[in-house]
């Protein structure tokens, strides 16, 4: 769960706070650097970044895993899917 930072009323000026990472384990917990879990998912993260580099949106990748023609490893390819459901929407996570 990422931490919000912002003075305006409505909250115009919201944006995530860098460097703080709640523990996925215990909410009541933090730290400066990522938990074991949240590294994992920011290093393929990085890695599909790298390969989009401007050139591909997120939906143009998942059209290639789509077509067999995508050249990411298969860790990154599963990290594509699971953001997106069975019909090939994305999947929009809503805090509760």
């Known amino acids: 769960m990422p931490l919000y930072t912002?003075?305006?009323?409505?909250?115009s000026d919201m944006r995530e706070v860098d460097?703080?990472?709640?523990n996925?384990?215990?909410e009541n917990e933090w730290s400066s650097m990522p938990y074991p879990k949240q590294r994992k998912a920011i290093a393929l993260k990085n890695e599909l970044l790298d390969y989009m580099n401007g050139k591909y949106s997120l939906d143009d990748v998942y059209k290639q895993i789509q077509d067999k023609v995508c050249p990411l490893?298969?860790?990154?390819r599963n990290y594509v899917l699971s953001h997106y459901d069975s019909e090939g929407?994305?999947?929009?996570?809503?805090?509760e």
């Open 73 to 76: 490893p298969t860790r990154v």
């Open 24 to 26: 996925p384990d215990n």
């Open 89 to 95: 929407n994305f999947i929009i996570e809503e805090d």
């Open 6 to 11: 912002g003075s305006s009323p409505d909250g």
């Open 19 to 22: 460097g703080v990472y709640l």
